[in-house]
């Protein structure tokens, strides 16, 4: 799986969007974008994934550049209970054996 | 949440005592994980299973068995809990895209 390079920290006002940015310049062309987050001493939440296209689901948007190698998760809207470890990981969607390997992440911080 | 509970979610025991865990899930899932999380080390996969009675070892087995009688339920044992599987224990299920949806968690002290 390819590696991927977050910031370790970021804020974010209530009510703004938070864009989380995700580097993975060694992805295949096989390989999708998944997006996890770890709210404090909660089982990490999967959030959204895709491999080209921009995606959009009910919690995110995730923007994609054209040559894959990066990402952009997007919280339209954060709210303080968006405050959390947000994990992007890089791997191909095939069956079988499926560990996931989680990097150190962005600690996203929602202030008032 | 994909209807996944563990049970129990808390639990202090003494060294050398085996422990059961309990991961059950409502959605008829076939592939089942067991993570443990600690400080420094993120989630590492311990065993997981790709069907009833058909499991495989993860990165940190030694000390774990599981076992998957029934499709709902995937059961993580410590054969003779030591101090150093005090963790936090996740089990997880993957998904029609390879997502995989986690439970609450059970914190396990070894004391």
């Known amino acids: 799986d390819a590696k991927t390079t977050q910031p370790p920290s970021m804020d974010c006002a209530e009510g703004r969007a938070a864009n989380l940015p995700c580097n993975h310049s060694t992805i295949s062309g096989n390989e999708y974008v998944y997006w996890y987050r770890q709210i404090h001493s909660q089982g990490p939440q999967y959030i959204i994934h895709?491999?080209?296209n921009n995606e959009t689901n009910e919690m995110a948007s995730l923007i994609i550049t054209e040559d894959r190698k990066s990402s952009t998760l997007i919280l339209p809207h954060a709210t303080l209970r968006d405050t959390a470890v947000y994990y992007c990981?890089?791997?191909?969607?095939?069956?079988?054996?499926?560990?996931?390997?989680f990097g150190a992440g962005t600690r996203l911080a929602v202030h008032p | 949440d994909a209807g996944i509970t563990q049970s129990p979610r808390h639990k202090v025991t003494e060294t050398g005592t085996p422990v059961t865990l309990r991961c059950h899930q409502t959605e008829n899932h076939r592939y089942m994980y067991w993570y443990r999380q600690d400080p420094g080390h993120g989630l590492r996969l311990i065993h997981y299973?790709?069907?009833?009675?058909?499991?495989d070892k993860g990165e940190v087995s030694d000390g774990y068995s599981v076992s998957r009688s029934k499709t709902e339920d995937f059961l993580l044992t410590l054969e003779s809990a030591t101090s150093s599987q005090t963790s936090v224990y996740f089990c997880a299920i993957m998904g029609s895209s390879n997502e995989q949806y986690f439970g609450p968690g059970t914190r396990l002290t070894v004391t």
């Open positions: 990981i890089v791997r191909a969607s095939s069956g079988g054996y499926n560990k996931l390997i």
């Open positions: 299973s790709y069907g009833v009675k058909d499991t």
């Open positions: 895709g491999l080209k």
